[in-house]
Structures are given as structure tokens and as C-alpha cells.
């Protein structure tokens, strides 16, 4: 081999190990439960007004002294694959068919839905509140952002129809939540699933990383997000445009409402179109003024329940 060309390949062997060094320090930040934990603590804030809502709403500490004090049971089930989910289980005092699946975002936990799941629960619903991939105590550290976890949530709905024939289930989710339960609705659930509420869901992991990179890292897709999803597909087994509600939405048969706040920056308000008119199963929408990423609840609390209402009575029966 001449010098050049010995010159060239070692040239070339360092771009592909540096192209692979910078997808695997992303992905450990942001797809592990260990990274996660660096990053929240050393990334400003990337939405000032949604974060002095979630320290400043009483709503929001409403619902965790509900959450707190409601007698809970934790369930375990399995996905198809034999993975095991782990979940939390609120019970109405009296009996009821109704139930509502209620999926909580990036970094968060069960107990941040508590607000959503004291409404739900005042409305005569059981709650379930799953644990998704790479938080609290899941099995795995890998964080699918919402792809592997529609697995869950199938996995939970089966769960309920086996232990409940005359359940009447409704997803929601927020945020990474509300992309989860888009991602589900393009799978095959039990009859018993009713109807989907989603909340400032993203259209895929790839189009949500690439607003990330440039909006709030000031960083190019390529060559952060491109290569990140090459490791996502080497450690989690899908990449970044596979994991899209649009796709899953277009084969869906669950009639989903799809509410965002239109000053949503973070999960920009332009997904919440995309999704929806990529959905061919019956469908809503509710865009919720004033309202940054995630606070379309607290922000505007009787139109966003109002709305929620009319829509989920269409499928549910008391």
C-alpha cells in the first residue's frame, strides 16, 4: 500500500471512529437512564414558562397529593416479545369497566400524571399508569422514546381485557406519552381499547432529535442525529425514523384526539397537523392557546377536559 493511500485509510478509520464516538456520547446522554440523569442536571432549562407551570400550578401538586394518597397496586405483564412491564394500578372505590391507560414523558415518572389521572379518576375510570422503557424500575436502561413502549402499552390493554371482558380502555399520553400512544394505536389491541388522547406528541424520533439539535443545542443534524441513530440501531434495534407515529398513524383504527399548545416550541405546534392528517381512523384535534410544551392541561384546564369529554363520550359508555 503506497503512503497516500495508507495516509487516506487512516483518515478515513478516524472520521468513522469519531462519527461513531459522537453517536454513542449521544446516545448514552440521551437514551440511557444513566445519562439522563447528567443531562437534567446540567442543561438549562429549555422552557423557562413550562417549568415555572409545572413548580407554580396547584393543579400539578393536586394531582401528586391525589397520586400520593390513592390506594395503588403494582401490575406486571409481558409484551409479546416476553419483556417484562412494570406499572401502577388506581382503582375507583366502586367498581367500574372504564379504564385509562396514562403514559408519562422523557424523564418522568408515573406520579407526574397524577393531575391527569385525578381527572380520569374523577370521571369513573380505573388508572393505569405504565412504566416506560429506561425510567424508574424498567427492566431495561435503554430509553425507546415512545417506539418499544407502544409495546407496553399493548401489552397493558391486554392485560385489562383479560382481567376485565367488559373493560373500556382509553390511551393518553403526554408528550413522549402522547407519541407513545400514537405509536400504539398502529398495532393490534383488543376490541376493549376505545379511544386515544394525545398530548403534544412528536411525528418521529428523527424529526424530534433534529428540532432538538438545532433549536436548543445549536448543533447540525449531521453529524450528531445522523449518527446517533446508527448506534440506536446497533443498542436498541431501531432507528430514529422507524420509531414514527406518522407511520403507526396510518395504519391506526383508534379513534385519537390530538391536542398541542400552540406556542409549543419544544415539540413544535407544526406536528400537531402532521399528525393529524396523517391519521386515517376517526379523529379531532384541539390546538390550546397560550400554552407552551406540556402545560395545555394547566394552562387552559376546562377546555382541554371539556374537549376531552365530548370526544372520549362518544366511545365510552358509562
Not at 422523557?106 to 405504565?130: H, I, Q
Not at 427492566?139 to 425507546?144: F, N
Not at 411525528?203 to 453529524?223: A, G
Not at 381512523?281 to 376546562?302: G, I, N, Q, R, W
Amino acid at each position: 500500500m503506497s503512503k497516500k493511500l495508507k495516509i487516506a485509510a487512516g483518515v478515513s478509520g478516524a472520521a468513522a471512529a469519531s462519527y461513531f464516538l459522537i453517536g454513542n456520547v449521544f446516545y448514552g446522554l440521551f437514551l440511557t437512564r444513566q445519562g439522563t440523569k447528567i443531562v437534567t442536571t446540567l442543561m438549562p432549562d429549555h422552557d423557562e414558562e413550562s417549568s415555572k407551570v409545572f413548580r407554580e400550578n396547584p393543579i400539578i401538586k393536586e394531582g401528586l397529593d391525589w397520586y400520593n394518597s390513592s390506594e395503588k397496586s403494582r401490575v406486571e405483564t409481558h409484551t409479546r416479545e416476553g419483556k417484562l412491564c412494570h406499572g401502577i394500578l388506581i382503582k375507583t372505590p366502586e367498581e367500574s369497566h372504564k379504564y385509562v391507560i396514562c403514559c408519562h414523558g422523557y424523564t418522568s415518572k408515573p406520579s407526574d400524571m397524577g393531575s391527569y389521572g385525578k381527572e380520569f379518576a374523577k370521571r369513573g375510570f380505573n388508572v393505569l399508569f405504565p412504566v416506560l422503557n429506561g425510567h424508574e424500575d424498567s427492566e431495561t436502561p435503554l430509553i425507546s422514546m415512545g417506539w418499544l413502549d407502544r409495546l407496553i402499552v399493548v401489552a397493558f390493554a391486554n392485560y385489562i381485557a383479560d382481567s376485565d371482558p367488559q373493560a373500556q380502555i382509553v390511551l393518553h399520553g403526554c408528550s413522549m406519552g402522547g407519541a407513545t400512544v400514537m405509536m400504539a394505536t398502529g398495532e393490534k389491541m383488543p376490541a376493549n381499547v376505545k379511544c386515544c388522547v394525545e398530548d403534544c406528541g412528536y411525528t418521529s424520533v428523527w424529526d424530534e432529535y433534529s428540532v432538538q439539535i438545532k433549536d436548543y443545542l445549536h448543533m447540525s443534524k449531521f453529524p450528531m442525529v445522523t449518527a446517533a441513530d446508527l448506534v440506536a440501531k446497533i443498542y436498541g434495534g431501531h432507528g430514529f425514523k422507524e420509531a414514527s407515529a406518522i407511520n403507526q398513524l396510518r395504519k391506526s383504527v383508534t379513534p385519537t384526539l390530538f391536542i398541542h399548545g400552540e406556542r409549543d416550541t419544544f415539540v413544535p405546534f407544526w406536528m400537531l397537523e402532521t399528525n393529524y392528517n396523517a391519521a386515517v381512523c376517526e379523529k379531532d384535534k384541539l390546538a390550546v392557546p397560550d400554552a407552551t410544551h406540556s402545560v395545555s392541561a394547566f394552562v387552559h384546564p376546562e377546555m382541554y377536559w371539556e374537549k376531552i369529554d365530548s370526544f372520549v363520550s362518544k366511545y365510552v359508555t358509562d
